[in-house]
Structure formats: structure tokens, C-alpha cells
């Protein structure tokens, strides 16, 4: 038995083969352990032709993914040397490349919950559902962190600074913002999730979707592109917070309000990141560079201090250091970004080799 079975249910039901993520008390927080078992059934499906289809959901009622164990991670960070938490993004961000250049179509059900580690494994799929009820984030900043998981990747190639928005304010949108913003494919609403999965196990995938799509709800960060664009496409995060505080739209000002309240150095990082990951050509190198910032930021105080705050005591009051956007300086961001040597993640020079 797998050392992540119990968490991980793999079935197969007629031509479909599904993985089921089954923390529900956790939102199915992905573990180390999960990720090895999703990577296990993937090579066991890969040359199997009975299956035809791969299909990704999470059991529970709350949503398909919460993001990674972070408690292990702040764990790892405070009080180990932090080779757990390496080793973990390691084999994560290999499993997010591994999903977007699978050779069967990976179908992954976007219902509720789908933050940072969960955007990872649905959201470099082929085919991408969401549903009335999904929220999707990339919350890193909020903790200390940076987008990973290929997420600067995904939220580079968002319609003009949109993604940047998300980035670095961390918040989540539905399912219109979703389908506009690239992270998701098709919304079908929530109660037709049973129906679509029983066809998919009858039929092919673009012939079993198209039965059950729908309109997708209308989005909110369309009407809000104008001042979205133009204050996320100043060069600093200071520069971007002046323009958020001094736009006339009350959205730009609570944009503003957010970042005061996220990580100086996470934000700093996060947009040179984003910048970064624009420049470069493929998933695999990004993730190789999300690597290097995601090791960086173990050794830095924010990290472990964000997860204590937001999760641990809940006090929602993280003591940031540095404190202020100023006191972070370019050599600051730079460390994230410096390279590894033999622990590097490697993956980069990957081509495309799948079509979507």
C-alpha cells in the first residue's frame, strides 16, 4: 500500500480514471505523500489503455484543494533545516509539470476551494472546470511566501496586469474571473458534477463536457481592468500601492488596503517573480526559478511568522521583518533568486510537447 493511499483514492470507472484528494477536514491539503500517490496513479494510467481519461476531484463539500500542508512547511522551517519542505516542493513542482504535459486528457473539477497548492494540480490541466462555488487564490503573500506551484507562470500570461493583481493581493475570484483570467476552461454548475463524471467514464471528454457547460456567472475584475492595468503596470510595489491610493475606484483603494497588510518581502519578490516568469519561455523553467525563491524563503523570518499569525494562533496579526516596503532593499529580493548549484530542480529546457 501506498504511503499515501488512505489520502489519495485512486479508481477507475469505465474509460475515466479518477483521483479523489481525501483530507476533507484539511480541504484535502496536499502532503508529500499525496503527491507521490497522484504521481504513481498517473504512471499507472499513462500506458494503460483503459484509461482514457484522468479526472481530479476532492472529496468533502469545501472545495478540491486548500493548497499545500503549509503547517508542515512552518514547521519544517522553525524548527528543522527545512530538506522536508524541499523535498516536498521537489516532487510537487515536478508533479505540476508531469500535469501539463500529460498524454491523456487530465480533467480537473475546480469545485470551491482551490488555493495555491490545489491551483497547481488543476490548474496546468487540459481541461479545467469550475462551478458557481469555486474560489481560486494564489494567497501566498498573506503568509510570508510567494506564488509557487507554477503560479507565476499561470498568472503571467492573465490578460494584462490582472494577474499581478491577484499575485500580490492574494485574493480569489469565481468562476467568470477564472475562465477571464485563464485559470479554468468551462463552468458547469455544481449540481451537474455528478451527471458530467458519469459521462465521462461513457464518453470522450469534449464530447462529455460540452453536455453540461454552461454561461459562466458574469466576473467582477473586467469593469475593473482599467485601473487594474494601469496601476499594477508601474515598475516598484510602491509605485503600484501610490497609484492603488490615489484612484479614484474605492476596489483600487481596498486593493491598497490589502497589500498594506501582506508581506513587504513577499510582495517585493512576488512582483519580481511575475516579471521573471513573463520573460521566461517555458512551465518548466519558471517552476525551476519558483524553486529557488520558494528554498530562499525558508531561511527568512516572514514564512514562518505569516503561517503563525494566519493559521497557527489566528491572531491575523503578523509582525512582518522587514516592516515596511522601504526597508526592503534590491540584495533583499535578489537572494531569492540565487541559484541553487546542485539543488536545483532541473526542469528547465522542457519543450512544449502536449497540446491543450
Same mark, same amino acid.
Given at each position: 500500500?501506498?504511503?499515501?493511499?488512505?489520502?489519495?483514492?485512486?479508481?477507475?470507472?469505465?474509460?475515466?480514471?479518477?483521483?479523489?484528494?481525501?483530507?476533507?477536514?484539511?480541504?484535502?491539503?496536499?502532503?508529500?505523500?499525496?503527491?507521490?500517490?497522484?504521481?504513481?496513479?498517473?504512471?499507472?494510467?499513462?500506458?494503460?489503455?483503459? !484509461?482514457?481519461?484522468?479526472?481530479?476531484?476532492? *472529496?468533502?463539500?469545501?472545495?478540491?484543494?486548500?493548497?499545500?500542508?503549509?503547517?508542515? !512547511?512552518?514547521?519544517? *522551517?522553525?524548527?528543522?533545516?527545512? @530538506?522536508?519542505?524541499?523535498?516536498?516542493?521537489?516532487?510537487?513542482?515536478?508533479?505540476?509539470?508531469?500535469?501539463?504535459?500529460?498524454?491523456?486528457?487530465?480533467?480537473?473539477?475546480?469545485?470551491?476551494?482551490? =488555493?495555491?497548492?490545489? !491551483?497547481?494540480?488543476?490548474?496546468?490541466?487540459?481541461?479545467?472546470?469550475?462551478?458557481?462555488?469555486?474560489?481560486?487564490?494564489?494567497?501566498?503573500?498573506?503568509?510570508?511566501?510567494?506564488?509557487? &506551484?507554477?503560479? @507565476?507562470? $499561470?498568472?503571467?500570461?492573465?490578460?494584462?496586469?490582472?494577474?499581478?493583481?491577484?499575485?500580490?493581493?492574494?485574493?480569489?475570484?469565481?468562476?467568470?474571473?477564472?475562465?477571464?483570467?485563464?485559470? *479554468?476552461?468551462?463552468?458547469?454548475?455544481?449540481?451537474?458534477?455528478?451527471?458530467?463524471?458519469?459521462?465521462?467514464?461513457?464518453?470522450?471528454?469534449?464530447?462529455?463536457?460540452?453536455?453540461? &457547460?454552461?454561461?459562466?456567472?458574469?466576473?467582477?475584475?473586467?469593469?475593473?481592468?482599467?485601473?487594474?492595468?494601469?496601476?499594477?503596470?508601474?515598475?516598484?510595489?510602491?509605485?503600484?500601492?501610490?497609484?492603488?491610493?490615489?484612484?479614484?475606484?474605492?476596489?483600487?483603494?481596498?486593493?491598497? #488596503?490589502?497589500?498594506?497588510?501582506?508581506?513587504?518581502?513577499?510582495?517585493?519578490?512576488?512582483?519580481?517573480? =511575475?516579471?521573471?516568469?513573463?520573460?521566461?519561455?517555458? $512551465?518548466?523553467?519558471?517552476?525551476? #526559478?519558483?524553486?529557488? &525563491?520558494?528554498?530562499?524563503?525558508?531561511?527568512?523570518?516572514?514564512?514562518?511568522?505569516?503561517?503563525?499569525? #494566519?493559521?497557527?494562533?489566528?491572531?491575523?496579526?503578523?509582525?512582518?521583518?522587514?516592516?515596511?516596503?522601504?526597508?526592503?532593499?534590491?540584495?533583499?529580493?535578489?537572494?531569492?533568486?540565487?541559484?541553487?548549484?546542485?539543488?536545483?530542480?532541473? $526542469?528547465?529546457?522542457?519543450?512544449?510537447?502536449?497540446?491543450?
Amino acid at each position: 500500500m501506498s504511503e499515501g493511499e488512505g489520502s489519495v483514492l485512486v479508481r477507475t470507472a469505465g474509460r475515466a480514471g479518477h483521483v479523489v484528494l481525501n483530507r476533507p477536514r484539511a480541504i484535502n491539503a496536499l502532503n508529500h505523500a499525496m503527491v507521490r500517490r497522484i504521481d504513481e496513479a498517473l504512471t499507472a494510467w499513462e500506458h494503460d489503455p483503459a !484509461v482514457e481519461t484522468v479526472v481530479v476531484t476532492g *472529496a468533502g463539500e469545501r472545495g478540491l484543494c486548500a493548497g499545500g500542508d503549509i503547517r508542515a !512547511v512552518h514547521d519544517d *522551517a522553525r524548527d528543522g533545516d527545512g @530538506t522536508a519542505s524541499a523535498a516536498f516542493w521537489r516532487d510537487e513542482y515536478r508533479l505540476n509539470a508531469r500535469i501539463a504535459r500529460y498524454p491523456k486528457p487530465y480533467v480537473a473539477v475546480m469545485d470551491g476551494i482551490v =488555493m495555491g497548492g490545489g !491551483v497547481g494540480i488543476s490548474a496546468h490541466g487540459r481541461v479545467r472546470i469550475v462551478t458557481e462555488r469555486s474560489r481560486v487564490a494564489m494567497p501566498e503573500t498573506g503568509i510570508g511566501f510567494v506564488p509557487d &506551484v507554477g503560479g @507565476t507562470w $499561470l498568472l503571467g500570461r492573465a490578460p494584462g496586469e490582472l494577474g499581478t493583481h491577484l499575485a500580490l493581493t492574494g485574493v480569489a475570484v469565481g468562476a467568470g474571473d477564472a475562465l477571464l483570467c485563464g485559470l *479554468a476552461d468551462h463552468y458547469v454548475p455544481s449540481d451537474a458534477l455528478p451527471a458530467l463524471l458519469g459521462d465521462l467514464a461513457a464518453l470522450p471528454v469534449r464530447e462529455a463536457v460540452v453536455r453540461h &457547460v454552461q454561461a459562466p456567472p458574469e466576473g467582477e475584475l473586467a469593469r475593473h481592468r482599467e485601473w487594474i492595468d494601469a496601476c499594477y503596470g508601474a515598475g516598484t510595489v510602491e509605485e503600484i500601492l501610490d497609484g492603488l491610493l490615489a484612484h479614484g475606484d474605492p476596489a483600487a483603494k481596498e486593493a491598497a #488596503q490589502t497589500l498594506l497588510t501582506r508581506s513587504p518581502t513577499a510582495l517585493k519578490t512576488t512582483l519580481a517573480s =511575475m516579471r521573471r516568469a513573463r520573460r521566461l519561455g517555458t $512551465l518548466e523553467e519558471v517552476l525551476d #526559478q519558483e524553486y529557488r &525563491v520558494s528554498c530562499a524563503g525558508l531561511t527568512g523570518p516572514d514564512l514562518v511568522e505569516g503561517v503563525r499569525a #494566519q493559521i497557527i494562533d489566528k491572531d491575523r496579526d503578523p509582525r512582518w521583518s522587514p516592516a515596511t516596503l522601504a526597508e526592503v532593499t534590491d540584495a533583499d529580493v535578489e537572494r531569492f533568486f540565487a541559484p541553487l548549484g546542485e539543488r536545483e530542480l532541473g $526542469l528547465g529546457g522542457v519543450g512544449d510537447r502536449v497540446g491543450v
